[in-house]
């Protein structure tokens, strides 16, 4: 585990950098533009490293399934029924092995670029996390890249076996796929023509040769020793090893081998903890520093995949859920400390944020309207604990992910299965931010920055004191301690200022070893110098900004 405060941006890598305004809706490559592995110049990485930011997690890098053609380079083309959106979704991996040519300047050198962009966020000071997707892969899977000697994924299948734990795949026996209940505007098609035979079961556990659109048709489940459609319903066959345990973990070695330092792994929960565990017991014994990030929903399998080797996992159905839960006004904040009491156990474990590709914006319509009703969630958020954040590329300046881009619609969220173009992130680099849009991004530095330098947050306890001030619903209490050093953390998720007395009570001053006596605070949001007076089950009153918070700083 890290000694100091993890701070992970992630990063479209497609549209980060795409300064091509055009936008136009299902646009293509040449229309739309694309951004590069190239444009994160030293300076462009060491303004990222000055927002407190210590991983990258480049998101889409490897390469999956398009409708652009890159035949000319040895590159198989892609059934454009079996592909969502122009650009196709990052998460329809076409080539394990592979860097997706979309992102490189010059495509038949697209993995030297990608080495020496690694080399570079190195260089700034930051580390890299890139998508591992483990669970399936897209319809048209075929590595170009695999290293000699690599038997590629389903190459040996027995077809007519619908399950297997030699196989790759699951099987739907002398059965084709389809698609026909997929409408005629989500293919573009008037008819299908994509052919498979026999089907194979789609990734989103959709184990019949018709899915739907709503099911990940453009996916194929991988087999790791489940039989889904067993007769008793579900049964686990792992010895011996699967085949695909093998595949997968030297596709973990092969990209560990490059210099990364981490995975963010897709879905990790439908994927059997055993594989996890073997696969993470391999990775770090060679790479002892390597995290695992896991993208798991349900709170009861937390601890089986943090036993599997997983490092931090989404805290999604819990405090993300509770905080836009806030945020909106349809709850309390003392349902906060309802989340992180569930997780105390694992805290350090558990990933935080806001924002991320799958979830929509703060701004959006969908969310709370506004990006400035996001900061209280954010504060709290980023200071309640000592486990990791994350931010969206483009949150920091309030991006509302309400455009429509083509195959994905105005949803609140940026889109990614099109090619785009981020207003905010493009008026950024011009320097054309409104006056809101700098005040917000000014807010995001120093809270992401304080969480980064102070000691406290990086390694000191947390204290709740939400027990004794539950009389504030729209308000949120902390303390921070490490050594001698004390911060206040308050909280106001109201658009209005706030008058608040915080009590602060007889256990905090044991527990936390704080002495009774006056004192000089500083709030690290504002520079404003504020003397309080510290005594036990006594008050401490202040006023809070709307939406913002006080940060105050004293020593114990």
């Known amino acids: 585990?890290?000694?100091?405060?993890?701070?992970?941006?992630?990063?479209?890598?497609?549209?980060?950098?795409?300064?091509?305004?055009?936008?136009?809706?299902?646009?293509?490559?040449?229309?739309?533009?694309?951004?590069?592995?190239?444009?994160?110049?030293?300076?462009?990485?060491?303004?990222?490293?000055?927002?407190?930011?210590?991983?990258?997690?480049?998101?889409?890098?490897?390469r999956h399934a398009t409708q652009t053609d890159y035949s000319a380079y040895g590159i198989p083309t892609q059934h454009p029924e079996v592909v969502k959106g122009r650009a196709g979704s990052p998460y329809?991996?076409?080539?394990?092995?592979?860097?997706?040519?979309?992102?490189?300047?010059?495509?038949?050198?697209?993995?030297?670029?990608?080495?020496?962009?690694?080399?570079?966020?190195?260089?700034?000071?930051?580390?890299?996390?890139?998508?591992?997707?483990?669970?399936?892969?897209?319809?048209?899977?075929?590595?170009?890249?695999?290293?000699?000697?690599?038997?590629?994924?389903?190459?040996?299948?027995?077809?007519?076996?619908?399950?297997?734990?030699?196989?790759?795949?699951?099987?739907?026996w002398g059965q084709s796929l389809d698609l026909s209940s997929i409408s005629h505007s989500t293919l573009h098609t008037p008819h299908s023509t994509y052919s498979e035979n026999p089907a194979r079961a789609t990734g989103n556990d959709q184990f019949s040769n018709q899915p739907?659109?709503?099911?990940?048709?453009?996916?194929?489940?991988?087999?790791?020793?489940?039989?889904?459609?067993?007769?008793?319903?579900?049964?686990?066959?792992?010895?011996?090893?699967?085949?695909?345990?093998?595949?997968?973990?030297?596709?973990?070695?092969?990209?560990?081998?490059?210099?990364?330092?981490?995975?963010?792994?897709?879905?990790?929960?439908?994927?059997?903890?055993?594989?996890?565990?073997?696969?993470?017991?391999?990775?770090?014994?060679?790479?002892?520093?390597?995290?695992?990030?896991g993208e798991v929903y349900d709170p009861n399998q937390y601890r089986t995949y943090i036993g599997a080797g997983f490092d931090y996992l989404y805290d999604k159905v819990g405090m993300y859920d509770c905080i836009r839960d806030v945020i909106c006004g349809r709850r309390s904040t003392t349902d906060i400390t309802s989340q992180w009491q569930a997780t105390d156990d694992i805290r350090n474990h558990m990933l935080y944020f806001l924002e991320n590709h799958d979830e929509q914006r703060i701004a959006s319509d969908f969310f709370a309207g506004k990006a400035e009703k996001g900061i209280p969630g954010l504060i709290v958020s980023v200071l309640l604990q000592q486990n990791p954040f994350m931010l969206y590329a483009g949150q920091e300046y309030g991006e509302r992910g309400m455009d429509e881009e083509g195959f994905s619609g105005k949803d609140g969220r940026t889109t990614i299965f099109d090619y785009w173009c981020v207003d905010t992130l493009t008026r950024a680099e011009q320097r054309k931010l409104t006056?809101?849009?700098?005040?917000?991004?000014?807010?995001?530095?120093?809270?992401?920055?304080?969480?980064?330098?102070?000691?406290?947050?990086?390694?000191?306890?947390?204290?709740?004191?939400?027990?004794?001030n539950q009389q504030y619903q729209r308000q949120y209490a902390f303390l921070r301690k490490s050594d001698t050093e004390v911060l206040l953390v308050v909280a106001n998720f109201e658009e209005q200022s706030a008058d608040m007395d915080v009590m602060i009570p007889a256990h905090a001053f044991d527990y936390l070893q704080i002495k009774e006596k006056n004192t000089i605070a500083t709030d690290l949001l504002s520079g404003k110098k504020k003397r309080i007076v510290l005594r036990r089950d006594e008050t401490v009153s202040m006023q809070l900004p709307p939406l913002g918070a006080v940060v105050l700083k004293f020593k114990a």
């Open 92 to 172: 329809a991996i076409a080539d394990y092995y592979d860097i997706d040519p979309d992102l490189a300047e010059d495509v038949p050198n697209r993995m030297k670029e990608f080495e020496a962009l690694v080399e570079r966020v190195h260089q700034a000071g930051m580390k890299v996390i890139i998508d591992f997707v483990p669970n399936h892969v897209a319809r048209e899977y075929k590595s170009i890249c695999k290293p000699e000697g690599v038997k590629d994924l389903g190459e040996e299948d027995d077809t007519t076996m619908h399950f297997s734990t030699k196989n790759n795949f699951y099987y739907c």
């Open 435 to 468: 006056k809101e849009e700098k005040a917000l991004k000014a807010m995001y530095d120093k809270v992401l920055n304080i969480a980064r330098s102070e000691k406290s947050v990086t390694e000191g306890e947390s204290f709740d004191l939400m027990y004794v």
């Open 212 to 293: 739907s659109a709503n099911d990940w048709y453009e996916t194929v489940k991988l087999n790791y020793g489940i039989d889904y459609c067993d007769a008793g319903g579900r049964s686990e066959h792992f010895s011996p090893i699967p085949n695909t345990w093998g595949k997968m973990t030297d596709i973990l070695l092969f990209w560990a081998g490059k210099g990364i330092d981490g995975f963010r792994c897709d879905m990790a929960e439908m994927v059997p903890a055993a594989f996890w565990n073997w696969a993470t017991d391999k990775v770090k014994y060679q790479y002892p520093e390597m995290l695992f990030i």
């Open 1 to 62: 585990m890290a000694s100091h405060k993890i701070i992970v941006y992630q990063i479209f890598t497609r549209l980060f950098s795409n300064r091509n305004t055009a936008r136009i809706e299902n646009g293509s490559l040449t229309e739309n533009g694309c951004g590069k592995m190239n444009d994160f110049t030293p300076t462009v990485l060491k303004n990222i490293r000055a927002m407190g930011v210590s991983h990258i997690w480049f998101t889409g890098v490897i």
